[in-house]
């Protein structure tokens, strides 16, 4: 899903729009990404695009937005037929991290222009809270059916530590092999992430 292709020929011009703006994050960054490049982009004149958007913000916030819900569904996709099995669900969700198409170089410049702007743009730190909830939740769920199959007992607030915990060791370690590849392999950042949480949980997620 990371190719970053534009269909300039989509009769769907809001997503057409929010595509381009990708793109340009993705080909050149924030700063270089301006309303006259995304037009350019998209094979549209400044004027149309904001016919649909009213500016750069709006755009990039609706393009969060978009990114966000789709990485969304594509993880529920992916543990859609694991919901019996919270263990399995947990590495799918793990693993899919260092896939070879989470890692290529553009991701992180578009990535990074969101988790900027959250400082500054209201709208895109809402988009992050709504996204950052979601997939804590799904992990605190896997792990809460994990610990009963286990016959534990765990605390609330532990378990959803456990799952912001989880969330952001994922989060940090994708960002330091973007920023660089030379630290470790994405085998040796797995291998990692999953002591790191076997340890903490107690649980064998990788077997």
């Known amino acids: 899903m990371n190719n970053f292709t534009v269909d300039t020929a989509s009769h769907d011009k809001r997503q057409l729009f929010i595509d381009a703006t990708i793109h340009s994050l993705a080909q050149h960054g924030y700063k270089a990404t301006t309303v006259r490049q995304i037009a350019k982009i998209a094979g549209v004149t400044p004027g149309l695009l904001t016919h649909y ?60 222009s969101f ?38 007992t765990v605390p609330a607030a532990k378990l959803h530590g456990q799952a912001v915990g989880i969330n952001a060791l994922l989060d940090g370690m994708w960002l330091e092999w973007c920023l ?8 040796d950042g797995l291998d990692i992430v999953f002591d790191f949480v076997e340890a903490a949980t107690d649980l064998k997620v990788r077997s």
Do not use: C, M
């Open 53 to 112: 958007f009213s500016g750069k913000q709006v755009l990039i916030a609706e393009s969060y937005r978009f990114l966000a819900k789709k990485f969304l569904t594509i993880f529920e996709a992916r543990i859609e037929g694991q919901k019996d099995q919270p263990l399995a669900a947990l590495k799918t969700f793990i693993t899919a991290t260092f896939d070879a198409d989470n890692l290529d170089p553009k991701l992180l410049k578009v990535w990074l």
């Open 115 to 152: 988790w900027s702007l959250t400082l500054s743009e209201p709208a895109l730190a809402h988009i992050h809270k709504d996204s950052h909830a979601h997939y804590v939740g799904a992990v605190e769920r896997l792990l809460g059916q994990a610990y009963v199959e286990a016959d534990r």
């Open 180 to 187: 660089n590849p030379a630290t470790f392999s994405s085998t």
